[in-house]
């Protein structure tokens, strides 16, 4: 913050943002509708589930590592022009624990991605970017997740238990729980675990003279949803956390490849969800919405209207799909019943507003622009919902392990950068900058071309 460039507030104007969403539009310079991740999780018509955008599963719908490619990634990132413009020779890799991150973070033309296998606990990679670096397959053979998750024991940091009496939090990992990965993986342990690789790969870049290497690391702030409670105390615990596992990141850049020969840059991605439910005692305004029972309705007015049938394939996050199959082989016009569907459901309590895929491609306000920058038309739903702040979306299907209710909350989001390069002056940037300046303006400081669906020149 002293001695960067510190840019207070990066706007990604849009809806419905996630980490990855928000992640493939920072290093592609695009917004979520074009760059092939609009979010986390896409519906999958011919498997009729949910899948994420850059895994593609086996026929019976199973994913491993090999199926984390960026090969849905629609655009050249800022790793990928690196790698060109240094003529394939730059060393690159990225690190996270979630393998989306890591595959958008190193792009199409990398060394490598590594990311935490949430089933074994071991760091993993998939046969797109080769064989795991030396130096992580050394980790997973003495120091993996795998080797130690029975050692983890999360309590607050004393500063933490201090600001937070009464809070006193442990959190204990079973080898024999199926999800303990996916649990471990949204607390600090993973992002220290994180920067243990990222310094392994750091010490591994060339350091001859005229050499050029890039290491790419994502960490994470996500709300501990398998917590009780606000999670207010954990929630500070992981940020003064992170800032430790940052201050080793800065240290292994000065040690190994010298101080003032490096360009730093560190954003958040504009997405913040929060974990924790309003006590009732409060008697603020407010409900639950469940998906379930939604989708239920929905089908059976339809049904009522016309005729047997399932019209209502899937409705997760928001995001009603229809059975466009089942709806044709009624000789039925799918654009007339998603808009029978947006009418039904706009008289649901705790809806706010309802959109048709039709309205979402044509905005015609600042709302519909705003959800049209995230809405992919390739496998973008057929009706959006919006529901009313303060309303709790139920969580009453298989695939939501963990996370059973979230409270939904309308914030303005400030979400930082930080920029720090050899020559850049120091300065503080409060004005809201378009996100999809960064790539530019990383681009400019390491005199590249910026990526290919960049359409803004940095205005800071």
Not at 259 to 266: C, R, S, T, Y
Request: with cysteine; proline share 7%; hydrophobic share 40%.
């Amino acid at each position: 913050m002293g001695k960067g460039v510190y840019l207070r507030d990066v706007d990604y104007g849009t809806r419905r943002l996630d980490a990855n969403s928000g992640a493939a539009a920072l290093l592609t310079g695009s917004t979520p509708s074009t760059t092939g991740v609009p979010s986390a999780m896409v519906y999958d018509e011919t498997l009729s589930t949910m899948r994420p955008p850059l895994a593609t599963p086996a026929p019976s719908g199973a994913l491993s590592n090999d199926s984390f490619t960026p090969e849905q990634l629609r655009l050249t990132t800022i790793a990928d022009e690196f790698a060109i413009a240094n003529d394939g020779k730059a060393v690159i890799y990225s690190v996270a624990a979630d393998p989306q991150q890591a595959v958008i973070l190193a792009g199409h033309a990398a060394d490598g991605a590594v990311w935490l296998n949430n089933t074994s606990g071991h760091w993993a990679t998939s046969s797109y970017y080769g064989k795991l670096p030396q130096a992580v397959g050394s980790t997973n053979s003495r120091s993996s997740m795998a080797h130690r998750i029975d050692t983890i024991d999360w309590r607050p940091l004393p500063a933490v238990a201090a600001a937070h009496p009464g809070e006193n939090f442990r959190y204990r990992f079973a080898r024999n729980d199926r999800d303990v990965y996916r649990k471990v993986a949204l607390t600090p342990a993973a992002n220290s675990a994180v920067t243990d690789v990222a310094v392994s790969l750091i010490s591994q870049l060339p350091t001859t003279p005229g050499s050029t290497g890039m290491v790419n690391i994502g960490y994470t702030l996500a709300p501990y949803r398998y917590g009780e409670g606000k999670l207010e105390a954990e929630t500070d615990d992981a940020y003064l956390r992170l800032d430790a596992q940052l201050g080793r990141i800065l240290d292994a850049v000065d040690r190994y490849c010298g101080a003032g020969n490096a360009v730093i840059w560190l954003s958040g991605t504009g997405y913040s969800q929060s974990a924790a439910i309003e006590d009732k005692k409060y008697r603020l305004p407010g409900g639950e919405f469940s998906p379930k029972r939604a989708m239920s309705l929905l089908n059976a007015y339809l049904v009522a209207r016309h005729g047997n049938g399932e019209y209502v394939a899937a409705i997760r996050d928001g995001n009603v799909y229809l059975n466009t199959r089942s709806i044709e082989a009624r000789n039925l016009d799918s654009s007339a019943i998603a808009e029978e569907c947006r009418e039904f459901l706009a008289r649901m309590a705790g809806v706010d507003k309802t959109y048709t895929r039709r309205q979402i491609l044509a905005p015609g306000d600042e709302e519909t622009r705003a959800l049209n920058r995230a809405y992919d038309p390739k496998t973008g739903a057929d009706v959006i919902i919006t529901l009313m702040p303060g309303w709790t979306v139920v969580r009453d299907d298989s695939q939501s392990a963990g996370s059973h209710q979230r409270q939904l909350r309308d914030l303005p989001l400030a979400s930082p950068a930080f920029i720090m390069a050899p020559g850049l002056a120091p300065r503080t940037i409060s004005t809201p900058v378009d996100a999809r300046e960064i790539a530019p303006a990383i681009s400019g400081i390491l005199r590249i071309r910026p990526p290919n669906g960049a359409d803004r020149r940095p205005s800071f």
